[in-house]
């Protein structure tokens, strides 16, 4: 398919995601933090997926969005070590939005993060194997 890339991910739930003005101060972080990030908008579930070559940066992303007070914020995977497909960089310069969680779903699979996602949001039973 294409190659592996060991990089840092996180993954946030919400309950939605629909404030233009917070979406602005995520994408500001994810670029002074030199992260890439992929957000599920426009109504709830509200998913934000970012991945980086630093854990630091990772979670000093993470801790950006929480201070922004999401309600029902969760960091559903804290920043940690993971093998990623390399499909190409999020569009956008590293921020993309999508509407649907099905589109959310099929980014994940292109990155070959299907099963992990799913685990993260509650879909699938953390006992099945990660592939």
Known sequence: MGQSTNIFTALIRTHHITSRKKLARVKKAAV?????????????PGIM??????????????STVQALR????????KPAANQIRSPGQIRDGGFEEVT?????SG?????GLGNWWRIGMGYKCSGSKLA
């Not at 002074?32 to 709830?44: E, K, Q, T, W, Y």
């Not at 997926?49 to 993470?62: F, H, I, L, N, T």
């Not at 980014?107 to 990155?111: A, G, L, S, T």
């Open 100 to 104: 649907s969680v099905a589109e959310f």
């Open 70 to 77: 999401y309600k029902d914020f969760r960091c559903a995977w």
């Open 107 to 111: 980014k994940m699979e292109q990155r």
């Open 32 to 44: 002074l933090h030199h992260v890439n990030v992929l957000i599920r908008s426009s109504g709830s």
């Open 49 to 62: 997926y970012a991945e980086g070559a630093d854990e630091a940066a990772v979670s000093s992303w993470v």
